[in-house]
């Protein structure tokens, strides 16, 4: 059974930083794009950022260039990412997903495989 586990949430300042964390378990995706997307309070589930997977290239929204950074360790089969400079207009569920191609993809529906989410909550 296919499992991805994010973990690294919580409550933090504006201004401050979260570092995110994707296990998989099951299979690996070594050879597969990895990304994460948020669903902000009352809002749709949105592209944040995408890997390569190789590592190699990454693929930002907008909002959160310069301030967030994706990477990967496929020898531990986990997808990181890193978010500094936050602001409130980031609470959201943070959700990893897995799977479908090789190069970076910023559509969910390309994505085979999804985390429960994880809650992060920047207070201003």
């Known amino acids: 059974q296919v499992q991805l586990v994010e973990s690294g949430g919580g409550l933090v300042q504006a201004g401050g930083s979260l570092r995110l964390s994707c296990a998989a378990s099951?299979?690996?995706?070594?050879?597969?794009?990895m990304g994460w997307f948020r669903q902000p309070p009352g809002k749709e589930r949105e592209f944040v950022a995408t890997?390569?997977?190789?590592?190699?290239?990454?693929v930002y929204t907008d909002s959160v260039k310069g301030r967030f950074t994706i990477s990967r360790d496929n020898a531990k089969n986990t997808v990181y990412l890193q978010m500094n400079s936050l602001k409130p207009e980031d609470t959201a569920v943070y959700y990893c997903?897995?799977?479908?191609?090789?190069?970076?993809?910023?559509?969910?529906?390309?994505?085979?495989?999804w985390g429960q989410g994880t809650q992060v909550t920047v207070s201003s």
């Open positions: 890997i390569d997977w190789s590592g190699g290239s990454t």
């Open positions: 997903a897995a799977g479908g191609r090789a190069g970076p993809t910023v559509r969910d529906r390309n994505y085979d495989y």
């Open positions: 099951g299979r690996t995706f070594s050879s597969h794009a």
